[in-house]
């Protein structure tokens, strides 16, 4: 099974900026889809972003034009640049991948998480 480990996430003043990076290792033979969530506490996992193999992209409403995603296909590793932050964008971001194995099956993976606070 492959691990998603993230990285980047901390305390941010409104209208700060941060980048959270996510490398996937392990048994790869390929990725699909790589993507970002959050969640706040008592609420369900949202998306936020998402990115193909190709650069296909999509966002949410809530980040479209301040959050940016992309992506190393050489080195298994997503990213999500996060511009104009809100307190509302307050979280834990979580990275996940759709991986193929070598002998053609395909799972998800999830990150451990990581915290981003954005102070008023």
């Known amino acids: 099974q492959a691990q998603l480990v993230e990285s980047g996430g901390g305390l941010v003043q409104a209208g700060g900026s941060l980048r959270l990076s996510c490398a996937a290792s392990?048994?790869?033979?390929?990725?699909?889809?790589m993507g970002w969530y959050r969640q706040t506490p008592g609420k369900q996992r949202e998306l936020v972003a998402h990115i193909t193999s190709g650069g296909m992209t999509s966002y949410a409403d809530s980040v479209k034009g301040r959050f940016t995603i992309s992506r190393n296909n050489a080195k298994n590793t997503v990213y999500l640049e996060m511009d104009s932050l809100k307190p509302e964008d307050t979280a834990v971001y979580y990275c996940?991948?759709?991986?193929?194995?070598?002998?053609?099956?395909?799972?998800?993976?999830w990150g451990q998480g990581t915290q981003v606070t954005v102070s008023s």
């Open positions: 392990g048994s790869i033979f390929s990725i699909n889809v």
């Open positions: 996940n991948a759709d991986i193929f194995t070598s002998l053609g099956a395909i799972y998800t993976s």
